[in-house]
């Protein structure tokens, strides 16, 4: 079977065409672009707009990368939520407008259940406990009675957007994440930054403001992304592994944008290693934010009988991880 994903929740947009291949998952295509902010955070409406400028020739560049008929494809999907009104309106505009004209069912998909399902699908994990670390999600999740349950969240900013805001206060570019990571390494001096871990959610702006406040005292910005670095994914690897054990999952996986971090995935690596555990990540390019994921995911759903149509295809801003109904692990 054949899907056709479109990913439009914030700053990228992204067609991605797959192939099930006795369960696991064959990429196909993979097209995406990424809106820039000239200056300051996302715009939603500037995004939307980026998208829609965009769309037409990356689903056109899909068909092409993977080499099939428009016709061939057998269901659209596109991310329905949770994201900013505007992209998600005009992603899911683009995927009902392409499976009207081919005649072919369309499916919403939730970004969050599809960033663990896209793990679940290339690295070969079965039964996971998800970090799923983004601009503007942070959740631990993992399957429980029927659903992909949120077992901790952020209280409040996502850990990506933490990073962003820290990188934008300092002068680095968009997005922040992987600057940061490099200014990390030559980090010598640890300073204490609030540690916050309630239950099994985790805060993240406390730190921040800390961490803006050592930048402005002149400690060094290698130092400040090390400790940063240290303390937040410090505490990200403390609730996963909490979640881990009340679950009683062995496997653990990464997912988002974050998880391209080398140090997040070291550290989530030795606590799975000395738990005796598993360590997934996907390739980078399906940690981001990507197509792929959305058709994956919506080719599960179609296969387990989920059906839509056009009119019941609203997005929803903060369609939540467990409001899905997860028919395809029955
Ligand atoms: P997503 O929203 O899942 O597409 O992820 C985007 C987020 O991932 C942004 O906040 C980036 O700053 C962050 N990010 C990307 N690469 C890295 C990295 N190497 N280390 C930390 N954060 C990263
Ligand atoms: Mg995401």
Redo the contacts with the bound molecule.
Sequence with gaps: MLSLGIEGT?H?VGVGVVEDDDGRCRVLAKVSRMYHPVKGGIHPREAANHHAEHLPGLIKKAFEEADVEPGEVEVVAFSQGPGLGPCLRTAATAARALALSLGKPLVGVNHCVAHLEIGRGTTGCGDPVLLYV???NTQVIAFANHRYRVFGETLDIGV??C??KLGRYMGLSF????A??RLARKGETYVDLPYTIKGMDVAFSGLLTAAQQYYDKGVRIEDVCYSVQETVFAALTEVTERAMAHVGKDEVLLG???A??RRLRSMVKTMAEERGASFFVPDDSL???NGVMIAWTGLLMHKSGVRMRVEESFVDQRFRTDMVDVRWRR
């Design positions: 914030a990228t983004s601009g503007g990506g957007n990073l962003d997005p922040s994440g992987p940061i990571e988002g944008g974050v391209c971090n940690c981001v934010d």
